[in-house]
């Protein structure tokens, strides 16, 4: 019988890098209560800070608060693309990962 022991630990980790970051994400799908919304934010948020991340170093540089506001930039952009109810999921997820990184 599956636990929630691995979503607790997805969920309360810190995230320093942007290494970090995409093995949260990666975490999500591996988990049995993950939400189809999560889901598609998960991956939204993930093409932004590839897109900006190579723009910063590596996958193994520290996230910084240069790095939030850029990937925040970008998904603030989608809005055009996105209705309403999917932009909504995004940027709620997107405010709720800023709470894990240690800058």
Avoid at 50 to 62: K, Y
Wanted: net charge negative; aromatic share 12%; no cysteine.
């Amino acid at each position: 019988m599956p636990t929630n022991t691995s979503n607790t630990k997805n969920s309360n980790k810190n995230l320093t890098t942007v290494a970090d970051f995409y093995q949260y994400l990666d975490g999500l799908f591996e988990l049995d209560d993950t939400d189809s919304d999560t889901l598609f934010a998960s991956g939204y948020m993930r093409g932004f800070l590839s897109l900006v991340a190579t723009e910063f170093g590596d996958e193994n540089q520290l996230v910084s608060a240069d790095l939030i506001k850029a990937v925040t930039q970008k998904s603030m952009q989608a809005k055009v693309e996105l209705s309403p109810q999917d932009y909504a999921i995004v940027t709620n997820f997107w405010l709720d990962i800023q709470k894990k990184f240690v800058l």
